[in-house]
């Protein structure tokens, strides 16, 4: 067997596929995000997370106790993703920027907690199976997969590195619906049935949009730069603007624009602008669209 770990240890082996974490800062743990999205979505919707029984008498205390768990370990893990980015040396300094951002994201959650609230009332609106807003938070993978959105996304826009993505990633594993913690999303989102959803870095979605399973928002293959290498950082995805549906399997690539009210019939590709109010559906000629007056 020594040959085998002789062969495991080679350094030119490793090369982009082993990370050494600064000063013994452990690396940051999917574990305790997992705890962290509990505690997270417990605060944002009282009663329905955790292990707490919640009356108008023990709210606040329930609040309080979740509040201090959450800076707690949020901070270590923020700490924990910056030191793995490595823009920044892993010192005791690092624990006052870590304990910052962890009390700037906590004072965002009732904002956070307000958009969600939108996104409760899209889902139980849109679905006429729905029998309550408590069935729609409690078992409907769409608020699962946007909390775990909202959350990351305004950690992500504290220029918290790695820990937006794990918590994306969760949901994605969780629910079948991948959103990427850069996209913009308005109010009043909803996602029916969820699975198989793709939602890319750069796409900016508008208010009272409705995604069916399987809609891609995705990118076309983006350019190389000189060497052959992809071209970071560009803007390649959807813009949906606000009352817009798009029904299931439909695919929309690259940085279109899609128009207040218009409405995308099932299993079309879109990768030009769609007007406001316009009508997509499938024509019996599979080669191209048509843009029909009628009800979808």
Known sequence: ?????????????????????????????????????????????????????????????????????????????????????????????????????????????????????TDVVAAYNGDPAAKSYGEVIFCYPAIRAISNYRIAHALLQLDVPLIPRIIAEMAHSETGIDIHPGATIGNYFTIDHGTGVVIGETAVIGNNVKLYQGVTLGAKSFPLDEAGNPIKGIDRHPKIGNNVIIYANSTLLGNIHVGDGAIIGGNIWVDKDVPAGAKLRQNPNPTSLHSAGGNL
């Open 1 to 117: 067997m020594q040959h085998i770990i002789q062969q495991l240890s080679e350094i030119e082996q490793l090369k982009n596929i082993c990370h050494e974490q600064g000063n013994s800062v452990s690396m940051p743990s999917v574990e305790v995000l997992g705890n962290i999205v509990q505690i997270t979505r417990s605060l944002l919707f009282p009663g329905y997370f955790g292990e707490a029984a919640i009356n108008e008498q023990t709210l606040i205390y329930h609040i309080g106790i979740q509040v201090e768990r959450l800076q707690r370990l949020l901070a270590q893990q923020i700490k924990s993703g910056l030191c793995f980015e490595g823009t920044q040396s892993c010192s005791e300094q690092l624990d006052t920027v870590a304990q910052q951002k962890a009390q700037a994201f906590i004072e965002q959650l009732p904002d956070i907690r307000k958009q969600l609230q």
